[in-house]
Structure formats: C-alpha cells, structure tokens
C-alpha cells in the first residue's frame, strides 16, 4: 500500500503528528521491508506497542494526552498497519522484538516508557529484557508475557486454516474485534471502526493478521516457544522498574487470571482496573488516559 494517510487517520493522531518507515535491519537473503511509525511531541520518550489484529492507531488518544510533555513514538510491526506486507517473512517473536530493539537504538533512545498491548505485551517486552538499560517504565494492558494454556476458542479458530480464511478473505478478526473487544459496542463508532479496518483493504494485507496468531505458542515445538520462555524469565530483569497494569476487567482473552500472574511476577507493580472489555482505550478512553499521564508524569 502507499504511504499515504488519509485525512481521517491523520486528525485523530495529535496536532503535528509525524508519520515514517524505517527499515530495520534484513535477516540473510531478505528483501528490505519498512516498519512504519507515527511521531509527536518532545521530551522523554513513551513507545506504544500494539498487538494484533490492531495498529498505532489504537493509541492516537493516549499520544494526544501525553505529546505536550513528552516524545510519543507508535509503532506499526511488519505486516500490520501502515507497514509493509510482504507475504514471506518470518513473523516472528524474536524477530519483531529485534525490529522494535532496531528502532529503539536506531534513535538512542533512553529513559523509555514501554506501553504495550495484546501481543505487543511479549514482544515490547522481550525487547526490554534484552536491553534493560534504555527502559525505565512499564504499563502492560490486557497481554501477557508467560506461558498459558488458556486459549479461547476465537483465537484457536483465528489460528486454524480455516480461521485463515476468515481472517483473510471477509477481515473478521478485525470486524469481530469491533464487536467483542469492546464492552459497550456503541462506543465503536463508524470513524473508529474504519481506522481499524483501514490498513488491512484486501486478501494479501490481512497475512500478517493470521501469521501473528500462529505464532502464538503453544507447545515446546513451536518456533517461538524459546523466545516466551526468554520472554518470561527476563521479566525477573525488569522487577524493579515502575510498572503500571492498566487492565480492561471484562476481556474474553487476557482476563484477571493474566493480570493476577502478572501481579505475582512483578509485585511492584501499580494497578488501575477499568470496567472494559479487551480493548481498553476504546471502552474507557478517557480513564484510560488519565491513569497513564498520572502515572507516566511529566
């Protein structure tokens, strides 16, 4: 897809937001593909991590209520949002934690605040336990960095061959999260929904959509399951860091048992627990928002 961003995608990211691909580094034999990431603001620097079937788009309010204070970087993994799609790719843990880390050192930066959701919870995190250093503060929402053996039934679906058609060919796991992520749908308004769906127009720009949830693993044979367990035993490396779980109380997919684990793991962690399902900064935006700038600070 071109790097354009229509006026609607553009308005409801903060006022001077800027938006780039940045080419990280290739695997051997690759082909350079760019990861895209939108920009505003200065001061110390705040990343935003999204899962999937999502994009940075999920975090232009959270941008707008700390860009006056702060450098808010969001990022499109590979194959999702604005991103380049290529179909053979290695939509891997580690792979899009090294693209992350690629960014990170690529702007030197330091002194970060990692925000993360859904699948950018492993992901940002692993980047973390891997460079420690540069991260000095953590809000995990709805996500997980652990093995489980909870799997619901929707992502078990998503993950199967047929799942890949639904996925792929009518985007239902874009439009079905639209209608499950939410606790109140009405909140979801025909704006929002289209710049959910925006990037993923067709067939082809839907593979990362379903290479993401088959990367979820599940057993001791999966390509990534070395990458959750790293994942997991660094989190030891980050126990001392303020952390906030902000956490959307009434989702099907990372529900209290992911946040009372997490609460286990890193006991000095803050708490906020907002009546929402999923995606937390859609049913609850304005607390949501709230909490963040409260506990990021100035």
């Given at each position: ?5 229509p006026?609607?995608?553009?308005s409801?990211?903060p ?13 051997d ?17 705040v ?7 999502t ?8 941008m ?25 790719y ?46 000095s ?38 439009r ?7 606790a ?16 993923y ?39 001392e ?31 906020v ?13 304005e607390?949501?928002?709230d ?6 600070g100035?």
């Open positions: 897809m071109s790097d354009t961003v006026d609607f995608i553009r409801g990211f006022e001077g937001a800027s938006f780039h691909k940045f080419a990280p580094p290739r695997g034999g690759e082909a350079e593909h760019a990861m895209a990431y939108v920009e505003a603001g200065e001061g110390s620097p990343l935003f991590v999204h899962g999937n079937p994009w940075s788009w999920m975090y232009r309010n959270a707008r209520a700390l860009a006056g204070s702060h450098r808010c970087i969001a990022v499109d993994h590979v194959g999702m949002g604005r991103s380049d799609k290529p179909a053979t290695p939509y891997r843990l580690d792979r899009h934690a090294e693209n992350l880390l690629a960014l990170v050192r690529h702007f030197d930066l330091n002194d970060v605040t990692l925000v993360v959701h859904d699948w950018g919870g492993p992901i940002g995190l692993l980047a973390a336990t891997r460079e420690p250093g540069r991260f503060k953590l809000v995990l929402s709805n996500t997980a960095a652990f093995r489980s053996e909870r799997m619901p039934w929707q992502i078990g679906l998503a993950r199967s061959p047929v799942g890949g058609l639904l996925v792929r060919g009518p985007n239902l796991f874009v079905g999260l639209m209608r499950q992520g939410v109140n749908p009405s909140k979801i308004t025909s704006a929002i929904r289209s710049g959910y769906v925006w990037p127009p067709n067939w082809n720009d839907r593979v990362a959509l379903h290479r993401f949830v088959q990367d979820v693993p599940t057993t001791p044979k999966h390509p990534s399951w070395p990458h959750l367990v790293e994942v997991e035993e660094g989190l030891a490396k980050l126990a860091k303020p952390t906030l779980l902000l956490w959307g109380e009434r989702d099907w997919c990372f529900g209290p048992p992911f946040l009372k684990e997490f609460q286990e793991r890193l006991p000095q962690a803050e708490t627990t907002l009546p929402a399902a999923h995606l937390v900064m859609e049913d609850e935006p607390r949501y928002c909490a963040l700038k409260q506990f990021v100035n």
